[in-house]
């Protein structure tokens, strides 16, 4: 059973880690790790058989240990003891000027509140970009929150890094990706949630997972006019989005009228003002509402007869997480409600979000939810086996059709968080944050005690 340490800094200048009797018995230990520096020292039991650990000031010089008072995690492999985890969050986006309170401009909230399950968790997570690398000494100048401010410190290289790279295109800047090789390849350091999803790539994922094929809509990359016709006239309706977009951008919804043999497109135009035009071809309406958009950057996907509430479509944003064993759980889960006329149900075009209880009666409430967690569970287990890379969290848009059946619209791989300002998911919000730090314990003891599992 792992266990976590207060590591406590005392003025003297001996080489002598003083430990807990427990930690020692049967056992030879010889150096102390913190992050990617290790040093030799003595080790001695603790006279007071406390549960403290005991370092000098000099050992935390050597070791470039910020003294936050943090209860720690302790890793014994062979004759080492590692103390952390050191947690790396790589993003970009700092201020030139790197003010004190705001490194990260108006994102900065965000990570101080990541930060802030440091004590509930059991690890030493901080920020850094490329710029603070200092990759002939070993070192990173990271960003701490403790005690309400942000803090800089000299720290050494982690033992895992999170990637909380904002959007795609900072993803793609090849500075960028060099420095991620660098420190996976040449420091064997664990990356996770390593990068945005294509929902093309997904769904062509997922269809080799028979345990989610039923979740699944007929998904399509754009290929032709006919293409879209033969779509509308089993489905009645589909939607067209980019293959790499986000927050609902670019989403447009085309509907059939059988009877009156008309085309409809429903839309967000650049103003942020929902649309919904009438066309008598498909073929107007295409060269109309994608006169200048390149098709071939978007799929099709099968329109789905959505529950409803007060006549407006509900679909579901679900969270999950993996923990400081890897296992995974639903962490938090929402109902979000269509603005009038909108082809999303998020926020930005008009959506409301409520909780599950909040729309559907209890025991319907239930089944809802254990219905969508199953899904959930299923399909981050599935993507998990079959896309590259460690994923510690995912946010997947799920629908339930008026048969009962759920359906997968998009996975998120750094899942945005606008659900949470529902007074009533706030605790959703810390489980979340919590979660996606504690996998980094998991991950250090996988890199420590198992490489060949992690690095295969």
Not at 3 to 25: G, H, S, T
Not at 71 to 76: E, G, N, R, T
Not at 172 to 195: A, D, M, S, T
Not at 226 to 233: C, G, N, Q, V, Y
């Amino acid at each position: 059973m792992r266990k976590r340490y207060l590591i406590e800094v005392v003025q003297n200048d001996q080489m002598i880690v003083f430990c807990p009797p427990a930690i020692l018995k049967d056992k030879t230990i010889k150096r102390i790790a913190f992050g990617s520096k290790s040093i030799a020292v003595d080790f001695l039991p603790h006279p007071d058989h406390t549960d403290r650990i005991v370092i000098s000031r000099v050992i935390q010089k050597a070791l470039l240990f910020p003294n936050f008072k943090l209860p720690l995690h302790v890793f014994i492999e062979g004759q080492n003891l590692y103390i952390g985890p050191l947690v790396g969050i790589f993003t970009a986006g700092f201020l030139h000027s790197e003010e004190e309170d705001q490194p990260i401009g108006e994102r900065t909230q965000f990570f101080s509140k990541l930060l802030s399950v440091n004590k509930t968790v059991g690890a030493l997570p901080f920020i850094f970009g490329e710029q603070h690398i200092d990759w002939e000494h070993g070192t990173i100048e990271g960003y701490f929150y403790n005690h309400r401010e942000w803090q800089k410190h000299q720290i050494p290289f982690p033992n895992v890094i999170y990637d909380r790279l904002p959007n795609r295109r900072s993803e793609g800047i090849p500075r960028l990706i060099k420095v991620k090789e660098r420190l996976q390849k040449e420091y064997l350091i664990p990356w996770y949630n390593p990068g945005f999803f294509n929902k093309l790539e997904v769904y062509e994922r997922l269809q080799q997972e028979p345990t989610v094929e039923e979740y699944l809509p007929e998904t399509q990359a754009f290929t032709s006019f006919s293409m879209i016709e033969t779509m509308l006239s089993n489905y009645g309706h589909v939607f067209i989005k980019p293959k790499n977009g986000s927050l609902g951008l670019g989403v447009h919804q085309i509907i059939y009228d059988k009877y009156d043999d008309d085309y409809f497109c429903r839309f967000q135009d650049k103003n942020e003002i929902n649309r919904l035009r009438k066309f008598s071809t498909l073929e107007q309406l295409v060269n109309n509402i994608f006169a200048n958009q390149s098709l071939e950057r978007m799929i099709v996907q099968q329109g789905i007869h959505l529950l409803r509430i007060d006549h407006r479509p509900v679909d579901f944003r679900v969270h999950t997480n993996k923990d400081d064993f890897g296992n995974w759980h639903v962490s938090a889960l929402a109902a979000k409600i269509a603005g009038p006329g909108s082809v999303t149900t998020h926020k930005r075009s008009g959506g409301e979000i409520r909780t599950i209880h909040e729309i559907f009666q209890k025991t319907e409430g239930d089944q809802y939810i254990e219905k969508l967690s199953n899904a959930a569970l299923l399909l981050s287990k599935a993507l998990d086996k079959q896309i590259e890379g460690i994923i510690g969290e995912i946010g997947f848009d799920l629908g339930i059709d008026k048969n009962g059946d759920v359906w997968l619209f998009e996975a998120n791989s750094k899942p945005g968080r606008s659900i949470f300002s529902h007074p009533e998911l706030k605790q959703f919000d810390f489980l979340t944050r919590q979660l996606s730090i504690a996998f980094a314990v998991f991950l250090t003891e996988q890199s420590l005690l198992y490489p060949e599992e992690l690095f295969q």
